[in-house]
């Protein structure tokens, strides 16, 4: 074989490999596409399902379409990837877990988030629900008490891009006073009681979305309001189980 003839067959043979790669890379999408129109379908079973308890018999139009343009298999540990979106909580790091697809929107939907408000969320996890409330919210500022998820979901939603969504390490529940008062704030840990410097630091008339029970006892999803006298009202929304608040108290 000539030297060109030779150059030639290794350059068809590189072209063909390239080719095979973006067939696998576009049916591998194409997948998790599918997979993710399914895990949509799932949630709007759930909320029907749920009704009775929660009010809604569908979520709206602005949060479905965030929780299809946010990446969940991004957010999961890699051994999960192909269970991503499937409508049921996954573990990730540090023996911790990522909520079911049905509660991050319905908590996202009671949040009522608008184009202008500017968002706390204690307990960032994996970030995929600040990545939900980032397409809907101007600012998501997000703590999260375990380093090691903080710093890994401070990278995973840089790498997506998610430039309007902050995270820091500490005590989700002494809040971010440096960024009070907030228009809602959305915590994805369980207190026992509701914690007084997240209901300071919210505006009147904004919302704080909170599960709220003993760790291995019942527990009720609350949707929380403070009005401009300081008076606190309280909607229990669903039965929940989540993981315990932990910080100070």
């Known amino acids: 074989m000539s ?3 030779g150059y030639l067959y290794r350059a ?3 072209s063909m490999l390239l080719v095979i790669s973006a067939l696998a890379t576009g049916a591998e999408d194409d997948d998790m596409a599918r997979k993710r129109q399914g895990m949509l379908e799932a949630v709007r ?25 946010v990446p969940r298999d991004e957010f999961v540990l890699p051994s999960y ?3 991503a979106y499937r409508n049921t909580p996954l573990p990730i790091e540090a023996g911790q877990t990522i909520s079911q697809p049905l509660i991050v929107a319905l908590m996202t939907e009671l949040l009522e988030p608008q184009s202008t408000d500017v968002i706390l969320e204690v307990g960032t996890g994996s970030g995929y629900q600040a990545a939900v409330l980032a397409e809907l919210v101007k600012h998501v500022y ?9 710093e890994s979901a401070a990278q995973t939603l840089e790498r997506l891009n998610y430039d309007n969504v902050t995270v820091r390490a500490g005590d989700g529940y002494a809040g971010w006073p440096e960024h009070a008062p907030f228009d809602g704030i959305i915590v994805t840990a369980a207190a026992e009681n509701l914690p ?17 029970g003993e760790h291995r006892g019942y527990q009720e999803l609350l949707v929380v309001e403070v009005d ?5 009202s309280k909607k229990s929304v669903l039965p929940v189980r989540f993981v315990p608040l932990t910080g100070d108290r």
């Open 81 to 83: 990837r192909h269970l």
């Open 3 to 5: 030297m060109n003839a």
């Open 142 to 150: 997000s703590i999260e008490i375990v380093e090691e998820l903080a």
């Open 196 to 212: 007084p410097p997240l209901l300071q630091q919210l505006k009147p008339g904004g919302k704080l979305v909170i599960p709220v």
């Open 12 to 14: 068809l043979i590189a």
């Open 228 to 232: 401009e006298n300081g008076e606190v």
């Open 45 to 69: 079973e759930s909320v029907r399902d749920s009704e009775s308890y929660t009010g809604y018999s569908e979520l709206s139009d602005r949060v479905m379409e965030a929780m299809g343009t």
